[in-house]
Nanobody, 122 residues
Framework: QVQLVESGGGLVQAGGSLRLSCVASGTFFKVNTMGWYYQAPGKQRELVAT???????NYADSVKARFTISRDNAKNTVNLQMNSLKPEDTAVYSC????????????????WGQGTQVTVSS
């Protein structure tokens, strides 16, 4: 069983900061790319940021220079530091991890956390 557990969401005023964390636990061989996605009410889930196991990052244009993704490979965690938050950042943020379940498999599998609410007031 694999679980992704997020923490750190909440309510913050515009211009404030929040830090999201996600830890992957269970039985697997390797965690490859990890990332954060968000889904605003009435909209589809969208990419916020991803980070590969060797530290390469990718950000949505809307969060560049405001958000920073990082990870700790030893602890199977991924973090998202969100600064200069805007009301339009309000959404449910979900953690994603692409895992290699066993050493002999060639495919990766996507796992998702349950989501954490981020609300930015104006």
């Amino acid at each position: 069983q694999v679980q992704l557990v997020e923490s750190g969401g909440g309510l913050v005023q515009a211009g404030g900061s929040l830090r999201l964390s996600c830890v992957a636990s269970g039985t697997f061989f390797k965690v490859n790319t990890m990332g954060w996605y968000y889904q605003a009410p009435g909209k589809q889930r969208e990419l916020v940021a991803t980070i590969t196991s060797d530290g390469r990052t990718n950000y949505a244009d809307s969060v560049k220079a405001r958000f920073t993704i990082s990870r700790d490979n030893a602890k199977n965690t991924v973090n998202l530091q969100m600064n200069s938050l805007k009301p339009e950042d309000t959404a449910v943020y979900s953690c994603n991890a692409r895992l290699r379940r066993t050493w002999y498999e060639k495919s990766d599998y996507d796992y998702w956390g349950q989501g954490t609410q981020v609300t930015v007031s104006s």
